[in-house]
Each structure stands twice: as C-alpha cells, then as structure tokens.
C-alpha cells in the first residue's frame, strides 16, 4: 500500500491550478529540443556511454566526445520510459509511487556546511549530520523521502557516498534518495544487502541516484555511470540539470528550458538504451544566475516559474518528476 497524497493541478476550494505553459508551447519546447539533440548534441565523456549511443543509431564524434542524437531514438525512450514509479520505503507503509499528479515531499540538500547544535557555531558537515538529518525527516510526518541532506565531509572524498549511504540506510525507514558518484555500484549492492538481495531491490528500491548533468549540453563521464548502473539495477535515477539562465544556459528562460529539456532527455534516452523501461525521474534545480551574489539564485522567482514549467513538461512526456521548491 503506498501513501496517498495530494494531486497537481486537482481542483480544490483551498487551491488553484497554475498551468504555465499550453499545449502548444509544451509541443514548440519538445521541437525545439530535438533540433538542439540533433543539430548540436551534447558532449559525453564515457566511451562507453557513446558506444551504446552509436550502436542504437546516434551519430558520434569520438575526437570532441561529441552525441548527435536523432529525433525517433529520443521519441522511443520517452515512450519507454515509466510512467510511474515505486519509491519503496524500508517500511512498506512509506512507499510512495512518484508519477502523473501525485506529489510528494523532500527535504533540501546536500548541504556541506551547518550550524552545531551544541555551540551554534556554523563548521563543515560530517557523517553523523547525515545520520541525525535521516533521523529527523524518519520523525517528519510531512516528509515523504529522505534526499541526502548534506555531504560527510569528515570521510573521504572517493568514498563520501558509500559512508553517505551507510549512514542514512540506518537512520531512516523511508525511501532514501541521493547517491551518486563514483561508488553508485557499490551504493547499489549496500541498497541491495538491506532490501534482500538484487531482484528484492529491483521489485521495491528502497534507493535512488540523481545526476547533475554539467550545463550547457554536458554530460560527464562519472554521471553516464550512474545512468547506467541504475538501468541495469532497476534502481531509479534523476536526471536534475542545475542551469543557471545568464550563465550556463540561455538568459531567456524559454531558451534555458529547451537546454535544460535536452539534457534530460539525452540521459533519459542512455537509460533507455541500456534497460527497456528502467525507472527515470525528470529532475530539475535549474534557475536564475545572481549577477551580483555570483550565486545559483536557489529560491527565487526563476526557480519557481522554471520548476512550475518543467513540471509541467514532465506531464507532457508522461514521465514522474523530481523539482527543487520555489
């Protein structure tokens, strides 16, 4: 039994729907997108990555590590992409099912630094701020799944996952998401011991992986891993561009969204290639670049307007959404 939960866009007295973008703009966005994966591409750095590209019909620069992708090897993985998918709790009564209207919550991260609860002094993030953040939002009622909140920064740098996902496994009964890197294999195995083993996990992934592909049109290697060892795993992945509109994406918000749009659906597409059906998220933390701070401008009116679109376009192409909060 997964957890009820709210429905986008229902019609409530207590609410509104906000629709911020027709069908038509949605139709021009998706166009718009299949000219930049066809005409420009993006770069990959996995050679592995390009090969599976290659062989599926996409056109492939090995010298600029440059993937051309061609508009019916996109179109298909859309179609083959789920349209929901299980975010299976420890504790089957957190399960929640990611998809079509239904939302959901999560909490922020991955913070690296905070403020010590003992001496309110503001120090680096360690391994047992994850612990205790898990601990937290496992209390929260409100929470649905636990994303990793902040980096354990006390362990080390080619392992900080692996303790990451050590740490809240054990302190949280709800779905954990939030591994990535390096160690996404061995993060996977460590998901698989608690669930039972690796069919257990592919029925009900108790973890997931995010991606951040590199803005503009970048997709690095570590990243395509992921992508990868998630398809083959049955272990959900998002796709989550941090684009900043005026810096690494277009100052137009259209132009940021169509960018923004084509790298998740050049990583949606690798998925596709690797495992039929495997469970993809439409991420997104993309914003507004602060001239002024030199900061992401995390929380501003952008960020709302470009979540409540890409949220939207996730709908369009039937596929569940995972979007940073306004």
Request: with cysteine.
């Amino acid at each position: 039994m997964t957890n009820r939960s709210i429905k986008a866009g229902s019609l409530r007295l207590e609410g509104l729907s906000f629709e911020i973008l027709s069908e038509s703009e949605m139709a021009e966005i998706h166009r718009a997108t299949l000219e930049v994966l066809r005409e420009t591409g993006l770069k990959i750095t996995s050679k592995k990555a390009r090969e599976i590209l290659q062989e599926s019909g996409a056109e492939v620069d090995n010298n600029r590590e440059i993937v051309k992708f061609p508009h019916h090897l996109v179109d298909n993985a859309i179609q083959a992409a789920p349209e929901q998918i299980l975010l299976a709790g420890r504790n089957p009564e957190y399960d929640v099912a990611v998809g079509g209207n239904n939302v959901y919550f999560t909490n922020f991260g991955s913070g690296i630094n905070i403020v010590d609860t003992v001496n309110g002094e503001l120090r680096k993030t360690t391994k047992k701020d994850v612990a205790d953040t898990a601990r937290i939002v496992d209390y929260l009622s409100d929470i649905d799944v636990y994303s990793l909140a902040v980096t354990a920064r006390d362990c080390p740098e080619d392992a900080v996952y692996l303790h990451a996902t050590e740490a809240y496994l054990n302190n949280t009964s709800k779905h954990c998401h939030g591994f990535s890197g390096k160690n996404s294999r061995e993060c996977i195995a460590m998901g698989a011991a608690v669930a039972g083993g690796k069919e257990e996990l592919r029925r009900r992934p108790i973890i997931s992986a995010d991606v951040c592909p590199q803005s503009p049109l970048q997709l690095m290697a570590e990243g395509a891993q992921v992508i990868m060892d998630c398809a083959e795993a049955g272990v959900p992945v998002t796709i989550l561009p941090a684009a900043m509109a005026g810096a690494t994406s277009p100052v137009t918000l259209a132009g940021t969204l169509v960018g923004h749009n084509a790298e998740v659906l050049a990583g949606l597409t690798l998925a596709q290639l690797v495992e039929e059906g495997a469970p993809v998220m439409y991420g997104s933390s993309t914003t507004m670049y602060d001239v002024k701070e030199n900061i992401a401008a995390v929380g501003s009116p952008e960020l709302a307007l470009c979540s409540a679109a890409l949220a939207r376009i996730a709908r369009y192409y039937k596929l569940p959404s995972y979007l940073a909060g306004g």
